[in-house]
T-cell receptor, first 114, second 116 residues
Framework: AQSVTQPDIHITVSEGASLELRCNYSYGATPYLFWYVQSPGQGLQLLLK??????LVQGIKGFEAEFKRSQSSFNLRKPSVHWSDAAEYFC????????????FGKGTTLSVSS | GAVVSQHPSRVICKSGTSVKIECRSLDFQATTMFWYRQFPKQSLMLMAT?????????EQGVEKDKFLINHASLTLSTLTVTSAHPEDSSFYICSARDGINSLTGLFGQGTRLTVV
């Protein structure tokens, strides 16, 4: 069965520091990969997605993610974190198949210190 | 652009009553919609998948008689929580996909349901 692992439950970084949130997936083929951000009490905002092609994907708000097939990873990065980036981040996968739901990781809470 | 709109964003209801949550696709037709539930500080768990014009497919452990899903048109799916109890209090989020670009990954803004 497909699964998504986000090893870090909570991360704190200083404002202006770089950020990397880890995501590993378990799936036989190359899945479709997503990163979402959720602010408290809010819905999900899509940061970026990977379907195929260039393994380094650029997203909104200065985020990027790199798909590494050999490591089954899709880590999210940002070179300089802003206080407004504090939120919950979810990695999700979908099988390379139409009409299927996303499978989410448990999420990583990002706190930003000044 | 394509947007998934969910309404209401917050609702408080009394135990034993029913609540309907709407999920609409704007600027695209959603042949498939998904309903998720999120408990505090936890991830999203898929409740059911609905395809326009057919019965929803529920995930294991989800009571289909309690969580009624209707996907009567290509732009609207509804989730009705029947005979609500306090343990049904949660954050419910829908997602919609069209038939061509089936992995839009778009979500509604969610509905916070509180049953008192």
């Amino acid at each position: 069965a497909q699964s998504v692992t986000q090893p870090d439950i909570h991360i704190t970084v200083s404002e202006g520091a770089s950020l990397e949130l880890r995501c590993n997936y378990s799936y036989g083929a190359t899945p479709y990969l997503f990163w979402y951000v959720q602010s408290p009490g809010q819905g999900l905002q899509l940061l970026l997605k990977y379907f195929s092609g260039d393994t380094l994907v650029q997203g909104i708000k200065g985020f990027e993610a790199e798909f590494k097939r050999s490591q089954s990873s899709f880590n999210l990065r940002k070179p300089s974190v802003h206080w407004s980036d504090a939120a919950e981040y979810f990695c999700a996968v979908a099988p390379n198949q139409a009409g299927t739901a996303l499978i989410f990781g448990k999420g990583t809470t990002l706190s930003v210190s000044s | 652009g394509a947007v998934v709109s969910q309404h209401p964003s917050r609702v408080i209801c009394k135990s034993g009553t029913s609540v309907k949550i709407e999920c609409r696709s704007l600027d695209f037709q959603a042949t498939t919609m998904f309903w998720y539930r999120q408990f505090p500080k936890q991830s999203l768990m898929l409740m059911a998948t609905s395809n326009e014009g057919s019965k929803a497919t529920y995930e294991q452990g989800v009571e289909k008689d309690k969580f009624l899903i209707n996907h009567a048109s290509l732009t609207l799916s509804t989730l009705t929580v029947t005979s609500a109890h306090p343990e049904d209090s949660s954050f419910y989020i829908c997602s919609a996909r069209d038939g061509i670009n089936s992995l839009t990954g778009l979500f509604g803004q969610g509905t916070r349901l509180t049953v008192v």
